[in-house]
């Protein structure tokens, strides 16, 4: 049973240039959570999403920030116009059903590198 | 919302010593607090999580202990080994989210 799935694992972008993160949750799951952490810190919560669906996403800057997950195929993290202070490890992580005594388990990360 | 609290920062044991981990939140509806260990440049893994209806939960050498009342929580490793060293983020959970805690680097010297 494949576990979470994110690629790339490595991403360098220039700043003002475009960053795609894409999540494949296990097999099963069908929520899926972004977490960010940045450089010697803990993960901090930007966006839950089911299919189709965004059903929280208190966490996530108002601008440039978005997140989908649709019917088929991976859930996207999208960043536009990046900026130096977008360079992270961006995690996702998903559920089977997204019950609040449910597990979370994370992908491997994308890390994202801003020039 | 949820805020969760963890010390210390850093905690250094020589090996086959026990280490603690403490976190305390705020809201007191939460039920589920898990602990994740990562390693550098790793995904954090779940190495164990305790829910609101017991007060502990053990599995090998790695225990959880929970006090509703005070509102915190613990992680108790015993008999260390090197291979434990790692960054332990303990967390809440606020609706759907994981509220984390700020990490304990855990050193365990040989």
């Known amino acids: 049973n494949a576990g979470v799935m994110q690629n790339p694992r490595h991403l360098v972008r220039r700043r003002g240039q475009e960053a795609r993160l894409r999540c494949s949750p296990m097999k099963g799951h069908s929520h899926v959570y972004w977490y960010r952490q940045l450089p010697e810190e803990g993960l901090k919560f930007m966006v839950y999403l089911q299919k189709e669906n965004i059903i929280d996403e208190s966490g996530m800057p108002k601008e440039r920030f978005s997140a989908e997950f649709p019917k088929e195929g991976p859930s996207i993290l999208r960043i536009q116009q990046v900026v130096r202070g977008d360079s992270a490890a961006y995690f996702c992580?998903?559920?089977?059903?997204?019950?609040?005594?449910?597990?979370?388990?994370f992908g491997p990360g994308t890390r994202l590198l801003v020039l | 919302g949820e805020n969760v609290e963890q010390h210390p920062s850093t905690l250094s044991v020589q090996e086959g010593d026990s280490a603690v981990i403490k976190c305390t939140y705020s809201d007191s509806a939460s039920n589920y607090f898990p602990w994740y260990k990562q390693e550098l440049g790793k995904r954090p893994q779940l190495i164990i999580d305790i829910r609101s209806n017991v007060g502990e939960k053990k599995d090998q050498r790695i225990a959880v202990t929970l006090n509703k009342t005070a509102k915190h929580f613990s992680l108790h490793i015993t008999e260390t080994q090197p291979e434990d060293s790692a960054v332990y983020f303990c967390?809440?959970?606020?609706?759907?989210?994981?509220?984390f805690g700020t990490g304990t680097r855990l050193l365990v010297s040989p």
């Open positions: 967390a809440g959970r606020s609706f759907q989210k994981l509220v």
């Open positions: 992580a998903s559920s089977p059903s997204g019950g609040a005594l449910e597990t979370q388990y």
